[in-house]
C-alpha cells in the first residue's frame, strides 16, 4: 500500500504564492518507481489535473497553471511539491496528491493512491 499526506494548503490573495507538499510512504511506493501528481477539485466542478512528474522528472501541466505553476519530487526523501505563484481567485479548490506506477493512469485520474486533500482558498 502506498500512504499519501498533503501539506501547505491555506488562505492566500490574488498574486500570492503557495507550496503544497506531500509525503509519500508504504512498502509499494518504495518498490516501484511511481509517477505523482497533483489534482484539484473546486466546489460543484469536476476533479481536474495540475500536474504530472513521473520518477524520472519528466512534467506535464494543465494549460491553466502553465508557467504559474512547478512540480517537483525528491525520490529520496519519497516527496512531491507543488510551487504555485501568481494565484488567482479560480485557483481555490482542494488539492490531491496521486501516484500510480503507470503514468497514463495518473493523467486520466484513476491513480491507484490518493491523499485526503487540502484546501487552498484564493482570496480576490
Known amino acids: 500500500q502506498v500512504q499519501l499526506v498533503e501539506s501547505g494548503g491555506g488562505l492566500v490573495q490574488a498574486g500570492g504564492s503557495l507550496r503544497l507538499s506531500c509525503a509519500a510512504s508504504?512498502?509499494?511506493?518504495?518498490?516501484?518507481?511511481?509517477?505523482m501528481g497533483w489534482f484539484r477539485q473546486a466546489p460543484g466542478k469536476e476533479r481536474e489535473l495540475v500536474a504530472t512528474?513521473?520518477?524520472?522528472?519528466?512534467?506535464y501541466y494543465a494549460d491553466s497553471v502553465k508557467g504559474r505553476f512547478t512540480i517537483s519530487r525528491d525520490n529520496a526523501k519519497n516527496t512531491l511539491d507543488l510551487q504555485m505563484n501568481s494565484l488567482k481567485p479560480e485557483d481555490t479548490a482542494v488539492y490531491y496528491c496521486?501516484?500510480?506506477?503507470?503514468?497514463?493512469?495518473?493523467?486520466?485520474?484513476?491513480?491507484?493512491?490518493w491523499g485526503q486533500g487540502t484546501q487552498v482558498t484564493v482570496s480576490s
Open positions: 508504504g512498502r509499494t511506493f518504495s518498490r516501484y518507481n511511481m509517477a
Open positions: 512528474i513521473s520518477s524520472g522528472g519528466s512534467t
Open positions: 496521486t501516484a500510480d506506477g503507470a503514468s497514463v493512469r495518473l493523467r486520466a485520474g484513476t491513480g491507484d493512491f
